[in-house]
């Protein structure tokens, strides 16, 4: 039974490095060498640095695709000059590593939400999913906290609309960052071209 070689989660295509890379001996032939380990570690720190974003460590330990943590970038979300307490929202955007079942790797990513509550939503948990979570929550902390910044319910669903567009563009914002990076750091933009039903998957260049 055969598999895909990558797991993407959020990215829009696979964004691909692969495992080895042409080089030459002493000699000067050619030869195929294998990246080792720290020159993963050299890599995600030079992707960390070229972002500006902070180089975390750590993994989602998926047992086939294991995503290697890269580098985060943590925002606060401001909703006009005075943000009320209940929308008090951080924004994680967060570039991962994902290892391919057979060989070479992909670069991929999560966004999450949290509110002031502790409640977070993440991407991976589907784009309308992450909003309309987010979306109940904030009624939620409105209809205990909101008086106290000088709003009230009918207030609330007022701006109703315009919370929700300020949360998706913070989010596709963010989306678009995290996009850039992948493909400013990967070697090659892949599509799935073919899926089979054993789970064969051929993959085909972006342009």
């Given at each position: 039974?055969?598999?895909?070689?990558?797991?993407?989660?959020?990215?829009?295509q696979v964004y691909a490095i692969p495992s080895s890379y042409i080089d030459t001996d002493e000699d000067?032939?050619?030869?195929?060498?294998?990246?080792?380990?720290?020159?993963?570690?050299?890599?995600?720190?030079?992707?960390?640095?070229?972002?500006?974003?902070?180089?975390?460590?750590?993994?989602?330990?998926?047992?086939?695709?294991?995503?290697?943590?890269?580098?985060?970038?943590?925002?606060?979300?401001?909703?006009?000059?005075?943000?009320?307490?209940?929308?008090?929202?951080?924004?994680?955007?967060?570039?991962?590593?994902?290892?391919?079942?057979?060989?070479?790797?992909?670069?991929?990513?999560?966004?999450?939400?949290?509110?002031?509550?502790?409640?977070?939503?993440?991407?991976?948990?589907?784009?309308?999913?992450?909003?309309?979570?987010?979306?109940?929550?904030?009624?939620?902390?409105?209809?205990r906290y909101a008086t106290e910044d000088g709003w009230n319910m009918g207030l609330f669903n007022m701006?109703?609309?315009?919370?929700?567009?300020?949360?998706?563009?913070?989010?596709?914002?963010?989306?678009?960052?995290?996009?850039?990076?992948?493909?400013?750091?990967?070697?090659?933009?892949?599509?799935?071209?073919?899926?089979?039903?054993?789970?064969e998957t051929i993959y085909s260049k972006v342009g």
């Amino acid at each position: 039974m055969a598999t895909s070689n990558f797991m993407n989660v959020n990215a829009k295509q696979v964004y691909a490095i692969p495992s080895s890379y042409i080089d030459t001996d002493e000699d000067g032939n050619e030869i195929e060498r294998y990246m080792e380990s720290w020159e993963y570690d050299d890599l995600m720190d030079s992707i960390a640095d070229n972002a500006g974003w902070d180089r975390i460590e750590g993994s989602d330990n998926d047992r086939y695709y294991n995503g290697s943590y890269v580098c985060e970038n943590v925002e606060t979300l401001n909703f006009g000059k005075s943000t009320p307490s209940f929308l008090e929202t951080t924004l994680t955007a967060t570039i991962i590593m994902r290892s391919g079942y057979y060989s070479g790797v992909n670069l991929d990513y999560e966004i999450k939400v949290e509110d002031c509550g502790g409640y977070d939503a993440c991407l991976s948990e589907g784009y309308e999913n992450m909003i309309d979570a987010m979306m109940e929550n904030y009624r939620y902390l409105a209809e205990r906290y909101a008086t106290e910044d000088g709003w009230n319910m009918g207030l609330f669903n007022m701006q109703r609309k315009n919370i929700e567009k300020w949360l998706e563009n913070a989010i596709n914002e963010a989306v678009e960052k995290c996009e850039k990076i992948c493909k400013e750091n990967c070697n090659d933009q892949l599509v799935v071209a073919a899926r089979f039903s054993n789970g064969e998957t051929i993959y085909s260049k972006v342009g």
